[in-house]
């Protein structure tokens, strides 16, 4: 489990108009510190020139900063002067090797622009002041060089994306005894031939997906650290746009080929105004990364516009890659799973017993969970729990069934009823949220209420439920938040795609209803969690923020996994932090197979012996348990 933070300042370098070579577009900046100083060596795009061709040129800019996000004294310091490089010079990878500063860049020398034109050059400098010498290096279609910090094996060794302007790109590596080996010629007649030989193993996800090295690799003592960019559907075929996400590769010390770790998917995507508008709309690059302190800081571009950064604790990064520490990220799952399955000999819960609520009163653990009959209809069922796990009790008769005609099935085998309850403790009242359905309109919420005194003495006198969400409007996954906030009480709801919220007066619902739908986040188009999101069980309280766990579906693949949010205490329509990977997924064959494969679908969330107990439909049939420490979630939030 790990939190990206976009920095609070971003952009943090732009486009200054009174300068013509830096006018329109200023980004993919690479970093390197020297002395007390962080020198940022950036792209920039010039104003349009009428006299040339094409209208902009890209040459490279250099500024200095103190702290990482403040850059002076910006100037230009390289820019095309060779026939290799006469339409441009783009994105530069600088390295501190041996002593010098290597400037690995882009060079291209044909317009229109096209793959027999676009090489590899580099530019040398002794002091970041000036340029020594330039050369180019390859001899074949290729971007994106770097050079290791330090020798692998006694050697010289890069890292560029070859063929990275036709399908199939990939990310090589290559090594020399010199480093000006780099540059000759006969160097890359040898090496291109068994080019395959070098290659890192097929990081494309599918086959019209595009890699790219970003940043100059890091040096851990778990494995050389890789930040790249993974573009989804960059070639044609694919079944949407290009989707640009960042992620992150260990490689193995010895041997830069081998892969030790990966991320699962991208961590960063375009989701910021200036990420999504920019000269190349809905962008982002990595192009520079810093250790500080316990943090990486990445820098990438913006829309091709801007510098931005971000901010990633190493530790858990890492973490989350290496296997033999990334369980301890994840929800750990009860041995005794499922611990409630379907009854047949009950039809009202003989096709599924799933999406369990939860609350703890009395010194137990009472769960009332969605049971789906026979014919498809949803009612509630009832089961106790002693330790959380264990079922103590269960009864035969449901507790709550459908009563109106918003939940009543109006075509015979159709889906409809009382969906994924959810409950919420406020004063001796409890409050139960749920999906109600008449399998022809539009999903919607629907809410009642029960004393705490009736609940526990089993008798089940529910109010009367009322309709909570508008006419026609798709809504589901609701819940209230179990304290005031502002004076005022709060709901959280998914519209669509999106969580939302809206902020009530009373919970007098004959004349309350939702209708502000204040959207908190959706979904990060390209990641786990990119087709859309929903609430699990109600946040909690911590001194840190409302921590909120989520379920999302992803857009490839539509698994349902389970993520988390930090939301403001004050205001909690404000996201503090969220977890870039998953922190649950369906693995086990009752979360894989069943009426809804591949899911797992928490409805419930209870604290004991410092851990969350999160209680979750398995593949839209089972209920099954599992917990996590709530210091590795709080730690993780608030990095």
Known sequence: MFVVKRTEDNPILVPTRDRYWEASATFNMSVVKKGRNIYGLYRAISSS?????????????????????????????????????KFGCEDPRVTFFEGRYYIFYTALSVYPFAPEGIRVAVAVSDNLEKIGE????????????????????????????????GAAAK??????????????????????????????????????????????????????????????????????????????LLLDLDDPRKIIGRTKGP??????????????????????VLVDDENIVIYYGAADTTVCSARVSLKDLISSMNPETESRWHFKRFKGNPVITPAENHNWESKATFNPAVIELGGKIHILYRALSGDNTSSIGYASSIDGVS??????????KPSEDFETKRIDGANSGCEDPRLTK????????????????????????????DFLARRWKWKKPKLITPRDVDDKDACLFPEKVGGKYLILHRIGTDICADFLKTLDFTTEIVDKCIRIFGPRSGMWDGYKVGITAPPVRTKEGWVLFYHAVSERHHFYRIGAVLLDLKDPTVVLARTADPIFSPEEPYEKEGIMPN???????????????????????????????????LNALSC
């Open 49 to 85: 020139d009428k006299l040339g061709t094409p209208d902009q040129i890209s040459t490279i800019g250099i500024a200095k900063s103190k702290d990482g996000l403040h850059f002076e004294n910006r100037e230009k310091f390289i820019e095309p002067t060779e026939e290799w490089e």
């Open 134 to 165: 330039r050369h180019r290096v390859t001899t074949f279609n290729s971007k994106a060089m770097t050079l290791f910090p330090e020798r692998i094996n006694g050697k010289a060794t890069v890292l560029f994306s070859s063929h990275t302007d």
């Open 171 to 248: 990310m090589v590596v290559a090594q020399a005894a010199d480093v000006s080996e780099f540059w000759s010629q006969a160097f890359w007649d040898n090496w291109y031939p068994r080019m395959k030989e070098h290659e890192i193993e097929n990081l494309r996800r599918d086959d019209y997906d595009h890699v790219e090295v970003g940043a100059a690799p890091i040096k851990t003592e778990h494995g050389w650290l890789v930040i790249y960019s993974h573009i989804q559907n960059f070639f044609p075929g694919g079944n949407r746009g290009p989707l640009f996400g960042i992620e992150a």
């Open 267 to 288: 961590f960063l995507v375009p989701e910021e105004p200036y990420e999504l508008s920019g000269h190349v709309p809905n962008v982002i690059f990595p192009s520079g």
């Open 391 to 400: 079922i103590a009790e269960r009864l035969t008769e449901p507790v709550y």
């Open 426 to 453: 406020i004063g001796k009242i409890l409050y139960m949220c749920y999906t109600a359905f008449d399998g022809v309109g539009p999903p919607r919420v629907a809410i009642t209420s029960i004393t705490e005194k």
């Open 599 to 633: 899911v797992v679908f928490p409805c419930g969330l209870i604290i004991r012996d410092g851990l969350f107990h999160i209680y979750y439909g398995g593949a839209d049939r089972v209920v099954g348990v599992a917990t996590m420490e709530i210091s590795v979630v």
